[in-house]
């Protein structure tokens, strides 16, 4: 099979350039093609020379994600289920607000983590995207818009763990933010969600300038290590002081995502408790209430504990938002995304795994 060029950094595809005597420049014209006119081949490619653009053609494909199903919801979220080539699936959502458009991609075809309360975590993790596969959910989904129409944020939030595939998050994010070959959507407008793998949050703050969302869920170790298991090699003590010394810039904070489930995590207690934990951390707090799907146990909170929760943070003088749900009608909410529909079995398997964990 031909290599995917969209899989090639830039360096990697001038390096190659180079080996046969081509000009460097040749690297950032196929480039712009491919990530700002989102060229489907190498015929499109007018501007080089046609030799040039066959050699191409014999040595490279430009692959797609294929659009296995989309659904959109009464609020206007947009579900894309994507096949990859060798027939593992993942989703995307795009997600409409008055004054922007957010897309939320995936990084992993499942996830190896397993998070008690998460659809992905019930597939396991199938495998590692490539950065072709990671930007092209971008492309993918712009080619549905009308031509005005421009994703403006992009959010790593969707199937999988990106900082467990960080070499090619990095090189997708690199794709995605380039504004001389790239895609141009700007740092600032990229948030990268992670359970808190503490030395690849380092190496990333180092070395991008995106937007950093810890998923945090709970305020103490026993009950994170039951709701995230990530929590036994990370811990909290670990974790935040990672966060204290993230060289974070002045009018930035974290996001520390807190999913809230009823009669878990939902209590005044444990917003209290969070607020000693972030003591000293520059930090906004995303409430994200329970999204149900089938296979898991967990409960939504009732609105008064939301209330309740979200007052003490407030009061404590911590920036707090509580996400409204988008596109739950058509399975596109936080944690719901799963690719496929699961085996009975593995949900019974996951449930059995639940019950006993709490
Ligand atoms: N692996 C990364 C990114 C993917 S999940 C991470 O864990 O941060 C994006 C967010 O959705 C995480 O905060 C996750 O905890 C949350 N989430 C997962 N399942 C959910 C559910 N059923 N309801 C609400 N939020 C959920």
Known sequence: MKLNIKDLSLNEFAAHLARHREPAYRARQVWQWLFQKGANSFAEMTNLPA?????????????????????????????????????KTIESVLIPETKRL???????????????????????????????????????????LPADTRITNVVLMGMGEPLANYAQTV???????????????????????????????????DETNVNLAISLHAPTDELRARLMPVNRKYGLKELMDCCRALPIPRRKRITFEYVLLRG?????ACAQ??????????????????????????????????????????????????????????????????????????????????????
């Not at 878990?264 to 005044?268: E, G, T």
């Open 51 to 87: 030799p040039f653009r066959s050699r191409l053609d014999g040595e490279f494909a430009i692959s797609r994600l294929a659009v296995t199903r989309r659904a959109e919801s009464r609020d206007g979220t947009v579900k894309f289920l994507f096949s990859l080539p060798d027939g």
């Open 102 to 144: 957010t897309l939320c991609i995936s990084t992993q075809a499942g996830c190896a983590f397993g998070c008690a309360f998460c659809a992905t975590a019930l597939l396991g993790l199938r495998r590692n995207l490539t950065s072709g596969e990671i930007v092209e959910q971008v492309l993918e989904t712009s080619r549905t």
């Open 171 to 205: 090189k997708a994010l690199e794709i995605m933010t380039d504004t001389t070959w790239g895609i141009g959507i700007s740092p600032r407008r990229i948030t990268l969600s992670t359970v808190g793998l503490v030395p690849q949050i380092r190496k990333l703050m």
């Open 264 to 268: 878990v995590n939902d209590s005044v």
């Open 273 to 358: 408790a969070l607020c000693d934990l972030l003591r000293g951390v520059r930090c906004k707090i995303n409430v994200i209430p329970f999204n149900p799907h089938p296979g898991s146990r967990f409960q939504r909170p009732t609105d008064e504990s939301i209330a309740a929760f979200q007052q003490t943070l407030y009061q404590r003088g911590v920036q707090v938002n509580v996400r409204r749900p988008r596109g739950d009608d058509i399975a596109a909410a936080c944690g719901q995304l799963q690719g496929e529909q699961q085996g009975a079995r593995h949900v019974r398997r996951t449930m059995a795994a639940e019950a006993g964990g709490l």
